[in-house]
């Protein structure tokens, strides 16, 4: 099955920075790469996500690039600010027999200092 | 408009006593998951549904079963609660296939002693 690799575990920046989280997958016939931030006690909400025919996407001050012959793909975080603080979990839809369910990395708790 | 309502928030079981979580969506989504989370191993998938009346193991079932009782609903049962199933536990839907958005549910709090 799918397997996706997530780091760093943990990044510390201070605000106004950029963070950059990345992650591998193992699955070549994955399609669909999403992001979620989950705050403290709260859901993973989506955040940015990217299909397998697009290189890049931005949304403001967050972007997402992927690079399907390496298998890997970021998040880039511009410009953070404390808000920003959380844990962030990238994730890949699984091919095959899988179709359909998404796998998500280990998580990067990001705090983003004043 | 709720979205994917979970049940109970918290709880607290004796090892060995068995317990079900419900999950609700009004989304009209065909699939459903459950996923719990533990630190530093991220949202593990416990079990999935891709339409009403079928179900998939994912990562780490063993120990739960689920039912899929209609489009809405989605429960899980833990039959002889162990401290090794101690964690968050996260109901999600979305819409069957690759490249679809799943929402998460607020997540249910769960301690076996």
């Known amino acids: 099955g799918e397997n996706v690799e997530q780091h760093p575990s943990t990044l510390s920046v201070q605000e106004g920075d950029s963070a950059v989280i990345k992650c591998t997958y193992s699955d070549s016939a994955s399609n669909y790469f999403p992001w979620y931030k989950q705050e403290l006690g709260k859901r993973p909400q989506l955040i940015i996500d990217?299909?397998?025919?697009?290189g890049e996407k931005k949304d403001q001050r967050i972007a997402v690039t992927l690079n399907k012959t390496a298998k890997h793909f970021s998040l880039h975080i511009t410009e953070t600010q404390p808000e920003d603080s959380a844990v962030y979990f990238c994730a890949a839809t699984a091919g095959g027999t899988s179709y359909g369910k998404l796998t998500f990395g280990q998580g990067t708790i990001l705090t983003v200092h004043p | 408009n709720a979205g994917v309502t979970q049940t109970p928030k918290f709880q607290v079981l004796k090892t060995g006593q068995s317990m079900t979580l419900q999950c609700a969506q009004d989304m009209n989504h065909n699939s459903m998951y459950w996923y719990r989370q533990d630190p530093g191993m991220g949202l593990r998938l416990i079990y999935y549904?891709?339409?009403?009346?079928?179900?998939d193991k994912g990562e780490v079932p063993n120990g739960y079963n689920v039912s899929r009782l209609n489009k809405r609903e989605f429960s899980l049962r833990l039959e002889s609660a162990a401290p090794s199933q101690t964690s968050v536990y996260f109901c999600?839907?979305?819409?069957?296939?690759?490249?679809?958005?799943?929402?998460f549910g607020e997540g249910s709090w769960l301690t076996v002693v």
């Open positions: 549904s891709a339409s009403e009346g079928t179900t």
């Open positions: 999600a839907s979305g819409w069957t296939g690759a490249g679809n958005t799943i929402y």
């Open positions: 990217i299909r397998s025919n697009v």
